[in-house]
């Protein structure tokens, strides 16, 4: 089922008065069947378009269309929706079975059908033999499925996810998140996975939707926005390790840093940022290119040799030193303080003014 | 090591289990050995005596027709206003919970009869009740019902017991609702979000999640309250006075029997009937905790 947002604003207003948008006018589709991943920092409004779309907390204004409906003032219960809580909300005092009964014993499902589908549902989530169980005796991995069981055992139209995953160790995150992943594709439910790790939405996601203090910043398929990121928050939020910034200027159709050319543009002259990935620099083994640096340290793992590069600065207070991590190809046996030659990959760089937005 | 502290604990203890004893124990032991006396007089010339020990006291006891009275009165007044008043205040609490705004007044206005003197409210309930001039059948004439006759010299014994009953509940309402209050506190407001996303009718969230996630709060109030009354006494008092009813002892409880004869201390062995009477409602709490305890074991979530 498509999901529509249409201006969507929800403003929380404090004890003393003042007011946070958490939500500042968001207009969103997000297509039958996919699986969202709504990323962006903590505090961001990611929960809070969550609930809202959920029908726990109310808009202050704009509209919510499931498909032609419209269901900006239907309460929570009425909307078919499947939520998962950051923190699970499994009821402690009921067992595995019947936290995952409960919604359908409210929707007044036949008795012996609903015991069926929660067997179901339980052997799809891999619970089979602890339905019997108490949440409080379940490992974190477990209740987290048990929430999933028990939002999808209602067959819901959409499926709405809160960081999941944030309360599990790596392996079993990994884990979960390919159990996910394949319950969404077998089920095609429109799902939203809502997550601060750029990592987990860009592997999860079908598109993601990247959001900062209420405002969308972009929509796309996870390679494409990493590929070509709307402004310089959303290039920093995407790729591990971070994407280096520096100051720069263009001069007569080229692009400088630190005097020496990077690349040409067709942007009139004038000071910009530039932004150049970690992976987009090339060893110049020909030593032809203008753009050298000594290297100030070198760390290899595997395949990958990560250079470390500390940019000089006019200051000698170590707070403003600005330094860049470029990772080439560990074959290269690049020691620290060897002069290297770089050549800027120009589909890895991207400029931006002064305010942080694209050029071009 | 272990050993040294185990002697520190018994001393830092040492202070509460003396008061305990002075307090407690002894006089939990001193009436037990005071009900097995024979014909014990303890005003007698010369210090108190008796001329041995039996179990007469009890016999005598359980052989009048008043004790037994007793017994059906505190009985009835303990299973009905027990689980009549946990309701009401469940749902009063339950409501209060989902008006914050109103919370606080309300709160004040439940909790007025807990620190108000129940003598003084026993006569206006008393008042209420009156046939003539009452509010409670000024109300009952405006759906038509004939006035009723709850606490005069005629008054029948249930109607005596019913006006008992409102009072009993009426008055352990405050203590109730402020514990179920704060308990509704503690429960976590993400497990009604939850409810609300699984569809549940607000009657189901009353039933299947704030009564279970209340379960501890619901066996404390439901142990306490029970001990409660089982020990009525101020309420008749404070409804009826001395009389103990509309008619003589017609509202009689175990702990009004006991008071009957501590009175009458000056007669021989009535001190030793009071015990005996004393010790059995001691014996019918214990057995009352125990069974709630119990049956309760399997149904509280703790
Ligand atoms: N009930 C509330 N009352 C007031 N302010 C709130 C309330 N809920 C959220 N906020 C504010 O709204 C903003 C967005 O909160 P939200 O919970 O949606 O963030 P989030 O993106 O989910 O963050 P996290 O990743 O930490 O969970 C925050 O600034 C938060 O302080
Ligand atoms: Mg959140």
């Known amino acids: 089922m498509e999901i529509k947002m249409e201006n969507l604003t929800k403003v929380f207003v404090a004890k003393d008065k003042s007011e946070v948008r958490a939500v500042d006018n968001v207009s969103l589709t997000i297509p039958s069947g996919k699986l969202i991943g709504l990323l962006g920092p903590s505090g961001c409004g990611k929960s809070t378009t969550l609930y809202l779309l959920a029908g726990l907390l109310r808009q202050n204004d704009g509209k919510i269309y499931f498909e032609e409906d419209e269901v900006s003032n239907t309460p929570p219960e009425k909307r078919g929706i499947g939520l998962v809580f950051q923190n699970y909300a499994l009821y402690p005092h009921m067992t595995v079975r019947e936290n995952i009964l409960f919604p359908l014993q409210n929707l007044k499902v036949e008795a012996e059908l609903a015991k069926q589908k929660t067997v179901e549902m339980a052997r799809l989530v891999g619970l089979e033999s602890m339905l019997d169980r108490k949440p409080k005796e379940l490992s974190g991995g477990q209740q987290q499925r048990v929430a999933i069981a028990r939002a999808l055992v209602k067959t819901p139209r959409v499926l709405l996810l809160d960081e999941p995953l944030s309360n599990l160790d790596a392996r079993l995150r990994l884990q979960t998140r390919e159990e996910i992943k394949r319950i969404q594709r077998e089920t095609q439910i429109t799902t939203v996975f809502v997550t601060h790790d750029q990592e987990e939405a860009m592997s999860i996601s079908d598109e993601i939707v990247v959001m900062k203090d209420g405002v969308i910043q972009q929509m796309g398929a996870p390679q494409d926005v990493y590929d070509d990121p709307s402004n310089l928050f959303v290039a920093k939020f995407l790729g591990n390790p971070q994407i280096n910034v520096f100051d720069g200027v263009i001069k007569g159709k080229k692009i400088y840093i630190n005097d020496m050319v990077v690349g040409k543009s067709k942007l009139p002259d004038g000071e910009v940022l530039i932004g150049i990935r970690p992976e987009g620099f090339i060893v110049d083994q020909e030593k032809k290119s203008p753009f050298k640096f000594n290297i100030d340290l070198v760390s290899t793992i595997g395949r990958d040799t990560t250079l470390i590069v500390d940019l000089p600065s006019e200051s000698d207070n170590i707070l403003d030193k600005k330094s860049f991590k470029a990772i080439v190809d560990a074959m290269l046996r690049i020691q620290s303080g060897d002069e290297i030659h770089f050549i800027v990959r120009p589909e890895k760089m991207f400029l931006f003014n002064m305010e942080g937005e694209r050029l071009e | ?302």
């Open chain 2, 1 to 302: 090591m272990e050993k040294r502290n185990n002697l520190k604990a018994w001393l830092y203890l040492a202070p509460l289990l003396i008061l305990m004893g002075i307090f407690i124990f002894y006089p939990l032991i001193n009436a037990f050995y005071i009900s097995i006396l024979e014909e014990y007089r303890p005003l007698a010339p010369g210090g108190a005596t008796a001329t041995g020990y039996t179990l007469s006291n009890f016999a005598r006891i359980l052989n009048d027709e008043l004790f037994w009275q007793a017994i059906k009165n505190t009985f009835v007044v303990a299973f009905i206003s027990v689980p009549i008043s946990i309701l009401i205040s469940l749902v009063i609490a339950v409501s209060l919970n989902s008006i914050p705004k109103l919370k606080a007044l309300y709160q004040t206005v439940f909790f007025l009869p807990y620190v108000t003197n129940a003598i003084a409210i026993g006569m206006a309930f008393a008042f209420m009740f009156h046939k003539d001039y009452g509010l409670i059948n000024l109300m009952l004439s405006w759906l038509g019902i004939d006035p009723v006759n709850w606490v005069g010299n005629v008054a029948t014994w249930w109607a005596q017991m019913g006006a008992l009953l409102v009072y009993t509940i009426w008055g352990g309402l405050a203590f109730k609702i402020l514990v179920f209050t704060s308990g509704l506190q503690n429960i976590d407001k993400q497990y009604y979000d939850a409810a609300k996303i699984d569809s549940a009718s607000k009657w189901t969230v009353f039933r299947r999640i704030t009564v279970p996630l209340l379960s501890p709060f619901i066996l404390y109030i439901s142990i306490t309250s029970m001990i409660g009354a089982l020990k009525a006494y101020r309420t008749v008092i404070g409804l009826f006075g001395e009389r103990l009813g509309a008619q003589q002892n017609s509202m009689i409880t175990i702990v009004a029997y006991v008071y009957k004869y501590r009175s009458a201390y000056q007669d021989v062995s009535a001190i030793s009937y009071a015990a005996s009477a004393a010790i059995i409602l001691f014996f019918i709490t214990v057995v009352f905790s125990l069974i709630q305890g119990v049956v309760s074991r399997k149904r509280v979530h703790y």
